[in-house]
T-cell receptor, first 115, second 118 residues
């Protein structure tokens, strides 16, 4: 069975600094997608970034980038120039690639931004 | 981008009442919809997967008769919490994806429903 592990329940970063959130996963499949979702206090689920497993290049979205290590099954999220609005719960997630299937979420990391 | 509308956003009702939550895809056909439950400070827990025109597939431990799911059209799925009790109080979120077998379809989430049973 696929699993997603986020080992950092909470993290804090100074505003304008860089922070990295860790995520590891376990799967026997070779075709899949990985995601980072942000859930602010409003509890809306916001897709931050997506990575296709067959792509070697790390995905980047403005201040957000990932370090995807397929062999190590690691998928960390780097947030550069942290802003107060980045404070939220961040969920790492996995989805099989070949079919319309459920997403498996990690337990989340609560990120605090210190002014 | 694709939008999923979830209604109501907040509901408070008495114990024993049945509550219906709607999840609509506004600008795409959602062949599959997912229902999640989220307890405070916890992750999303998948309750069931519903495919248009067929019975929902429930995750282990989720009571089918308690949480009735109907996916009657390609744009609407409903979750009915029957005879709700205080322990059913939670945050419920739906998501929708647009294609069976389509590789690149992301899931789009509704804004969630906060259910409080008195």
């Amino acid at each position: 069975a696929q699993t997603v592990t986020q080992s950092q329940p909470e993290m804090s970063v100074q505003e304008a600094e860089t922070v990295t959130l860790s995520c590891t996963y376990d799967t026997s499949e070779s075709d899949y997608y990985l995601f980072w979702y942000k859930q602010p206090p409003s509890r809306q689920m916001i897709l931050v970034i997506r990575q296709e497993a067959y792509k070697q290049q790390n995905a980047t979205e403005n201040r957000f980038s990932v370090n995807f290590q397929k062999a190590a099954k690691s998928f960390s999220l780097k947030i550069s120039d942290s802003q107060l609005g980045d404070a939220a719960m961040y969920f790492c997630a996995y989805k099989p690639g070949a079919r319309d299937d459920k997403i498996i979420f990690g337990k989340g990391t609560r990120l605090h931004i210190l002014p | 981008g694709a939008v999923v509308s979830q209604h109501p956003s907040r509901v408070i009702c008495k114990s024993g009442t049945s509550v219906k939550i709607e999840c609509r895809s506004l600008d795409f056909q959602a062949t599959t919809m997912f229902w999640y439950r989220q307890f405070p400070k916890q992750s999303l827990m998948l309750m069931a997967t519903s495919n248009e025109g067929s019975k929902a597939t429930y995750e282990q431990g989720v009571e089918k008769d308690k949480f009735l799911i109907n996916h009657a059209s390609l744009t609407l799925s409903t979750l009915t919490v029957t005879s709700a009790h205080p322990e059913d109080s939670s945050f419920y979120i739906c998501s929708a994806s647009g294609g069976q077998g389509v590789r690149n379809q992301p899931q789009h989430f509704g804004d969630g429903t906060r259910l409080s049973i008195l």
